[in-house]
């Protein structure tokens, strides 16, 4: 598609339950970023993906958190276990190359809500 | 550690005046830095990119330019419309690991008033 593709918009959990987010990432882009935006304009990088490998995971809170880009499926952030402080917009962007020319492009976000 | 600090305040300004918003990066020199754009409830969106050998970047009524001797980058937008009306965020990459994934400044908030 042209443009990335963010599921569900919005994901209800209460605490300690799991959470899956989806994203589908522009044809032919080959890497995925995961972001996490807490209160109104902080953003966190949590990991990327070159096609289906870890490209960098080092914003990755490893307990709890996890993701994969499997080869014609839509990558997946999980977080086992939510907590309250999960409570945040996680967008998944994606780019054709994160070479000085990595624009990144972004879908509209999952808002999840930790209750 | 690096750190990016933009206006946090809110900038208002009328209809056709020239709105500027201001970057400012320490602790480090990034290769390059982006501007987006971003609605409530939607994702940023790419505006501009600048190099750091590149002093000023125009695209329509926006002009970025990167100073590296201030670390500061400044982002214009002329005859302003309301349209124009959203969150901008600063977004050079992360340190020099050229993974690609950007650190965030918190954003500005333009208001262009009719």
């Known amino acids: 598609g042209e443009e990335v593709a963010q599921t569900p918009k919005h994901l209800v959990r209460g605490e300690g339950q799991k959470a899956k987010l989806y994203c589908a990432p522009i044809?032919?882009?080959?890497?995925v970023f995961w972001y996490q935006q807490v209160l109104k304009n902080e953003f966190k990088f949590l990991i990327s993906?070159?096609?289906?490998?870890?490209?960098?995971e080092t914003g990755m809170p490893k307990e709890r958190f996890s993701a994969k880009c499997l080869p014609n499926s839509p990558c997946s952030l999980e977080i086992q276990a939510t907590k309250l402080e999960d409570s945040a917009v996680y967008f998944c962007?994606?780019?054709?190359?994160?070479?000085?020319?990595?624009?990144?492009?972004f879908g509209a976000g999952t808002r999840l809500s930790v209750l | 550690s690096q750190k990016i600090e933009q206006n946090s305040e809110a900038l208002n300004i009328q209809e056709g005046k020239t709105a500027t918003l201001t970057c400012n990066y320490t602790?480090?020199?990034?290769?390059?830095l982006q501007w987006y754009r971003q609605d409530p409830g939607r994702g940023p969106v790419f505006l501009l990119l600048?190099?750091?050998?590149?002093k000023e970047k125009r695209k329509e009524r926006l002009k970025v330019t990167f100073d590296t001797t201030l670390k500061q980058s400044l982002f214009h937008i002329t005859a302003s419309q309301p349209a124009d009306s959203a969150t901008y965020l600063c977004?050079?990459?992360?340190?020099?690991?050229?993974?690609?994934?950007?650190?965030f400044g918190q954003g500005t908030t333009l208001q262009v008033k009719p």
């Open positions: 600048i190099r750091e050998n590149e």
């Open positions: 044809k032919g882009h080959s890497y």
């Open positions: 962007a994606s780019s054709r190359s994160t070479v000085q020319r990595g624009i990144q492009y």
């Open positions: 993906f070159q096609n289906e490998n870890v490209f960098d």
């Open positions: 977004a050079p990459p992360w340190g020099s690991s050229n993974t690609g994934k950007l650190i």
């Open positions: 602790n480090y020199s990034p290769a390059y």
